[in-house]
């Protein structure tokens, strides 16, 4: 979600014998070694990423670690030791291999005498698969609100893992961007200007990481995750980004702070050195599921076509229709199509950041009500209204302000893939649509939309005449959408077996108050073989 635009045309230290999950187990950030907790993710069918980060020191340091079949890491089944230092800010990243397909298993770090909490991971499966379960998950803005969605998931038993969609974090300043309930809620940034340099990108995970509930689902499940623009700067590409000026940093050596800096405290594969910056990748659910995770943000994207703040429609139209604009890059683009050739699997799985649903926006002229108060000044909400009113594409930040880049992205699913679901976050909304070539209804394709795990949505900053009236006046000029809830945050739950794939909005009501309640929104599925036939009731 952008911050100054909407349209976007112009203008538990321990765990139970149950392996419960309570808000008392993980408060770690009041001391310790391990205040960060632990992580795994980029689960591989031998092998995963297991992470802690160690606080408290000013030397480097000794961290031993354990993985075990059982939670009381009794059957020890592989240890060893590494040294972190200043050098990788303290965080450790272990590759642990040699294991046992689609197995469960629990871990810990040590460190002068200290244990970290014991975490709790598995193994992609092999062979014959059949179902996977997926939490789908973007935009966890800290000082909006409660990571209540993160509880969630940790509360659940049969995640394979964790699909981080981008925005793990955002790199605005106390007082800017969806920082209005930070003071109430106790969740001010830190550090409180916004991230530039190493350090305060630093500081901005190691914020993130003490979160309780963020260290429940860590410690739960594995993740896997990809960036998108917030970990470095908003609406980023290859050369430039929205929220980045010249006095601010050299661009080159923001992005490689903000990219060192993921991959110190993220459980991905890979150090921030040279090529393994690369993060679209692959993962093998057996024969059933093949998941490809995209890089739609910093490898191959060219400037958005109303990027420096270009107004002039006649010139944003020429930039769009120009074909030789990528969103992927050509060296990413020819490895999707050399992955989904090289799959087996019954459904090609494509995790990526921004919505490919070509969407048209609603004329807000009906729709708002400029005498209420708002989250944005009437005069830009009037701007809004006076460039809605020919329903232009929403959001140039999206695959809509590369046409032709997504037209071939389109073809490429529908001449190398059997059953194309793609999965999508950034918009803070819950959606679903079929996807077609251009000039046809015939889906190719479904996408999946999660909303966001806490940053506000249109409703949040769009006075409106009645409840759900732009997402109404949405769904109505856009035939091809399935479903769309812009009010409420959550998480996407996809389950895939052998006949259908089946997704579940699962919504919190509030991200505002530490109680809440979950709800289960919407399902829906597409069957296996009859991705033609488009999204049907669950």
Known sequence: MRRRQFLGLVAGSTLGSAFGIGRADEAQSGGGAFRHGVASGDPLADSIILWTRVS??????????????????????????????????????????????????????????QSSPVGRTRTLPAGTVDSVRFAVVSCSNYPYGYFHVYRDIAEQDDIDAVLHLGDYLYEYPMGGYATEFAAALGREPEPRHETVTLDDYRRRHAQYKSDPDSQAMHSRHPLIAIWDDHEIANDAYRSGAQNHQAEEADY?????????????????????????????????????????????????????????????????????????????????????????????????????????????????????????????????????????????????????????????????????ARNPVVVT??????????????????????????????????????????????????????????????????????????????????????????????????RLEVLAGQIGKGLIEA
């Not at 139209?317 to 199509?337: F, H, K, T, V, Y």
């Not at 919505?355 to 009037?382: F, K, Q, W």
């Not at 769904?475 to 959550?490: A, D, K, V």
């Open 425 to 522: 976050g950034d918009l803070h909304t819950a959606m679903a649509a079929d996807l077609a070539r251009a000039g046809s209804d015939v889906p190719i394709a479904v996408e999946l939309m999660t909303t966001s795990v806490t940053s506000p949505g249109f409703d949040e900053y769009l006075p409106q005449v009645r409840p759900n009236a732009v997402r109404d006046a949405t769904l109505e000029i856009n035939p091809m959408l399935r479903y769309m809830e812009t009010s409420r945050r959550g998480w996407l739950a996809v389950k895939f077996d052998r006949a259908a794939c089946t997704a579940e909005w699962r919504l919190v009501d509030t991200v505002h108050a530490p109680s809440y309640t979950v709800s289960v929104d919407k």
């Open 252 to 416: 080159a050596e923001r992005v490689r702070a903000a990219v060192q800096a993921y991959f110190e405290w993220m459980p991905i594969r890979g150090t921030a050195a040279g090529i393994e910056t690369r993060i679209y990748r692959g993962f093998d659910y057996g024969d059933l599921v093949s998941l490809v995770m995209l890089d739609t943000r910093l490898v191959g994207r060219d400037a958005q076509p109303d990027a420096n703040g270009e107004t002039d429609p006649q010139v944003i139209g020429r930039r769009m229709q120009d074909p030789s604009r990528r969103l992927l890059g050509r060296e990413q683009e020819a490895w999707l199509i050399a992955e989904l050739d090289r799959s087996l699997a019954t459904w090609q799985l494509i995790g990526q950041q921004v919505m490919v649903a070509p969407t048209r926006s609603a004329n807000l002229e009906p729709l708002l009500d400029l005498e209420s108060n708002a989250g944005l000044p009437r005069e830009m909400l009037e701007q809004y209204i006076a460039v809605s009113r020919s329903n232009p594409p929403m959001l140039l930040d999206t695959w809509n302000g590369y046409p032709a880049a997504r037209e071939d992205f389109l073809k490429t699913l529908a001449e190398h």
């Open 56 to 113: 408290g020191q000013a030397a480097p340091v000794r961290v031993g670690w354990q993985l075990a079949r059982d939670p009381a890491l009794r059957s020890i089944v592989k240890e060893g030791e590494v040294v972190t230092g200043p050098e990788r800010d303290y965080t450790v990243k272990v590759d642990a291999n040699g294991l046992e397909p689609d197995a469960v298993y629990y871990y810990r770090f040590t460190s002068d005498g």
